[in-house]
């Protein structure tokens, strides 16, 4: 891969970075409150989610149409193309509005053996 | 890490199921190229071109063709069924990301650790740290140009691994031989499940 040399040092379009700062998409915020969320767990939109669409901001509204079924964090950073601290920030807001509930990921490696077995088979099939 | 007790536990059951999986490594070793090589997702890329700055941090010998570096983590996703899925975090190799990695190592299955053979000391982070937090993991020594120069017994050695940590040659590029690499890693963890190692003993003088 190459990049792009920018000639006398300036620097144009995406390779000047987001227009829009992080801390702007989240109202300021800089971290989530309560506790820490992992990558894999899972957030889902609660069912009253849909009438509160006009009054989210458009990364928030996205989000909860996103996670109508559940939807791992890393998903949905990965999805909306923002950093992890972002949406920890704003699932978090969304989660203290009773707009979304967090369900732990539980991973199965080192309790349920028939799980691993199965990941091992669908593995050998990729 | 503390966990608070979410609120909905009552329908969890219906929740899909995920396992995580960690591709660690030296710079430059293959763990883009790996996590691109097996998943349904492209990889999320927040590469960061190599400034003469970074030059100073990141030894570039042996990778001289690279011009820029993994700054966050390759993300990639394998849907075993519907409701079984595999997620791959490519964890950034160099030294100033450490601080990530207690959060992506948090709850995995396992990891790989790709090793370059030009710069095996460069996985030496790595295997410490997953020796030292009890996670199973395997070392692939990923074979650019498929030549294998070292006969993986000697890099065994060389890492000074126990002897029952799998190390395995691999070309990452090929989509089989990723595909080996995390069929070994899953069957290393339930082996490990099996028969679980002794805990490691620090001897205090």
Redesign the interface.
Known sequence: ???VQPSGGEWFDQDAGPVVRPYALTGGLTRPS???F?????V?AVRQAAEHLPYLTPEQAELLQRCRM?V?L??L??DLDL?VGVIRILVSDLRERGLV??????????TD?K??????D???R? | MVYGVYEDEATAADMPITIKILVAGGFGAGKTTLVGSVSEIRPLRTEETLSDRSEQVDSLYGVEQKSTTTVAMDFGRITIRGDLVVYLFGTPGQRRFWFMWDDLACGALGAVVMADERRLADCFPSVDYFEDNGIPFIVAVNCFDGTQRHSLESITQALNLAARVPVIACDARSRDSCRNVLVTLAEHAIARHRDPPAPRVHLVS
């Open positions: 891969m190459t990049a309560g506790q820490r992992d990558l894999l767990d899972m889902r559940p791992p890393a998903d950073a990965a950093p509930t967090i369900h732990r990921a539980s991973p199965p490696g080192f053996l799980i691993l077995q199965e990941v091992v669908g593995l050998r990729l």
